[in-house]
């Protein structure tokens, strides 16, 4: 059975190839990367010097800088931009009392709006709920909502300034807002002159749709000439039931206080180029500085697009307006199906890897895993293929330390059936994400070390053992060492990380990164540890366990690398090829100095005491010290030592 497993798996790779073949050729394609600065903070950093932020964009463009984000109106905005007059209700009845002029019927709390400009306010009336209450004052037809919503009511895009941007050539990104309560026909007023939409804030504009299918049609319909960003580390409410059915392009940005505080032009550009190179990024979403935390910001923001630019340009990028947005990789029914038959191979293989009934009924509990996270769609095989390949390899191979190969090519295996089944247009553009991925760098651990257990004895003796085992500290500080361990993987996982990355570690990556793409760190310490756990057959079993498990943990990361299918797949490929170089070069080392410490421990604790045989008085402590020396001593003088016969 296990012979037609394995012929079934490797005839499943041809098909799963040609779709990955599919995918590679698809990802060459793309190869355009629009820039854009937001405006406001554009702004806020033009104030410093008492210019325009028109006028500063034009020195940054210059450098390279070849588009602009510009938000949609608010009632502060317009009022700043001199187009309104906004209150709230208390100053205006304040200031009619103090004229003694009739209080005007207007509640304290509210926002009253009055246009300077014939116009200003037509969109920030037509599209709120609740409607606008008119009212007159002073000559004047005012206007008032509930609240002070003079920053969260949306007004609609500044035609003018839009104009302006695009008469000058800039690449424009559009930022609608939502509205507090309800938006009336959201996306009506989406400008022509812009080609993305960046929606501002934590919710897409109309948000929230109705619960019907047609609930987001107006939006979605409104956004069909344009590219809608998927912001990365941002979820949006509403992304969702757009994000399959609307042109769609990854942008990341930097939080504001977070540039201003921490991030010097290099480490940007770093960071921008990795989510190019790695994330499939095609949007860069720049924020200039705006304090002098970190030097001159307008130098560092040069720097910053000077240096973007040239990085971009060096490695083949074309600086400018997105053309080439959506994938032109297409999946294939039949292809498809024909991978997923590997993936249920590789799952019958690691029930047999596994003693009776115990294989059996974790294959059951990883397909059940599988379903219970993405449902039944082909996200659950996709997951069903991370958990399995990482674990079948060293189950089955882990004899010699090159078995690390023969493990490493059935991941590899793994990762181009998961690619296969996993890959579609939603999860190549990261609208939809792997489903179960924290479960990748978890499970296959725990399923490896289950199988090592219950292949040396039967479950109900270790049940027993340990149920009367007596708790020892070095018992305590291995058991604290695994979940440290364990810990440190989940707290590690995503890119807000609760344990963050040093320093030292930083600049290991950056180094690594100048030379290839960046490896990762749990394949260059899993590898390392499984190289010991092949390599050491001297030690104990337990102990080569633990560090096989360590070396399952770098083969779930390889399965994990190509779960990230917006990451190009020749990508993952090189960060895995290059992660098993250097943790085999390592091991190898490590391996050496090991060998040579338990040489050396074994023969300084095999050794005589020479207290045993030296001065007298000092025989009984040298036996204490040493088992061995002390076994030696009894036997040579039991016919004269009492104490002897008593041992």
């Known amino acids: ?19 990955v073949a599919r995918r590679v050729a698809s990802e060459g394609t793309r190869v355009e990367v629009a820039v854009v600065m937001d405006e406001q903070a554009l702004a806020d950093q033009a104030a410093l010097i008492g210019v325009s932020s028109f006028e500063l964009a034009q020195r940054y463009r210059e450098l390279g800088l070849t588009g602009i984000a510009v938000y949609e109106d608010n009632i502060e905005s317009l009022a700043n931009k001199g187009y309104v007059a906004a209150l709230m209700g208390y100053e205006l009845r304040a200031q009619a009392a103090a004229r ?21 306010i037509d969109g920030l009336v037509a599209k709120n709920v609740p409607a606008a209450a008119p009212f007159e004052y002073a000559g004047r037809t005012w206007y008032w909502w509930p609240g002070d919503v003079r920053q969260t009511l949306p007004a609609g895009p500044d035609m003018a300034e839009l104009e302006r941007w695009e008469a000058a050539g800039f690449d424009i990104a559009y930022r609608p807002r939502n509205a507090p309560f309800r938006l009336l026909d959201p996306g009506s007023d989406f400008p022509s002159q812009a080609r993305y939409l960046v929606y501002a804030g934590t919710q897409v504009a109309g948000h929230p749709f109705g619960p019907d299918e047609d609930g987001a049609q107006p939006v979605i319909d409104a956004s069909q000439e344009f590219l809608t960003a998927i912001i990365e580390g941002t979820p949006q409410d509403g992304m969702n039931r757009i994000s399959g059915r609307v042109p769609t392009v990854r942008l990341l ?66 600086v400018g307006p997105l053309t080439t947005l959506d994938t032109t990789f297409e999946t294939n029914r039949v292809l498809r199906t024909l991978s997923a038959v590997g993936v249920l191979a590789g799952l019958a293989l690691l029930a047999l890897s596994m003693p009776a009934p115990w294989g059996w009924l ?65 999860t190549v553009l990261a609208i939809q994400p792997f489903a179960g991925v924290g479960a990748t760098l978890v499970v296959p651990p725990a399923l490896f070390f289950a199988a090592c257990a219950l292949r040396r004895r039967p479950l109900r ?13 070095w018992h305590l500080a291995i058991g604290l060492v695994a979940v440290a361990a364990i810990a440190l993987v989940l707290l590690r996982r995503g890119n807000d990380p609760v344990i963050g990355v040093s320093q030292l570690e930083l600049s290991f990556r950056a180094l690594l990164g100048e030379y290839f793409a960046r490896p990762r760190f749990k394949e260059l310490i899993g590898h390392p540890m499984a190289v010991l756990g092949l390599g050491m057959a001297a030690w104990p079993a337990w102990l080569r366990w633990l560090l096989l498990t360590g070396g399952v943990v770098a083969q779930a990361s390889v399965l994990n690398s190509f779960s990230h ?9 090189e960060r895995t090829a290059a992660a098993l170089a250097i943790g085999l070069v390592v091991g190898l080392a490590a391996l050496a100095v090991a060998r040579w410490l338990t ?24 036996a204490a010290a040493h088992p061995g020396a002390a076994a030696g001593a009894r036997t040579a003088t039991a016919p004269e030592a009492p104490e002897g016969r008593v041992g």
């Open 599 to 622: 040489r050396a421990l074994g023969t300084w604790l095999a050794a005589p005491d020479s207290g045993a045989a030296g001065a007298p008085g000092q025989g009984r402590a040298g």
């Open 362 to 426: 974790a294959a059951a509990a990883v397909l059940a895993l599988g379903v219970l996270a993405a449902g039944l769609d082909w996200g659950a095989l996709a997951l069903t293929a991370a958990l399995v390949f990482p674990v079948l390899g060293l189950l089955l191979w882990q004899r010699r330390v090159l078995d690390l190969l023969p493990a490493t090519l059935v991941s590899l295996a793994g990762a181009a059936l998961l690619v296969a089944v996993g890959s579609e247009r939603a």
């Open 100 to 120: 003694g002029e009739e209080v005007p019927p207007v509640p304290g709390d509210a926002t009253v709006v009055t246009e300077l400009v014939p116009g200003a």
């Open 253 to 318: 940005s930097f939080n504001q206080d977070y540039v201003n505080r921490r991030l010097r032009p290099g480490d940007i550009v770093d960071k921008y180029m990795l989510a190019v190179s790695e994330r499939n990024v095609r949007l860069l979403y720049l924020r200039p500085w705006t304090t002098t935390e970190l030097g001159d910001p307008i130098e560092n923001t040069e720097a910053m697009v000077s240096g973007l630019v040239t990085a971009l340009e060096s490695e083949g990028y074309r």
């Open 565 to 573: 299918y917006h990451t190009p797949v020749l990508v993952s490929l």
């Open 1 to 19: 059975m296990r012979r037609v497993l394995w012929v079934v798996l490797l005839l499943s790779l041809a098909p799963a190839l040609a779709l």
């Open 461 to 473: 003796d270790w049940v027993r053992d340990t149920w009367d085992a007596s708790i020892k500290v």
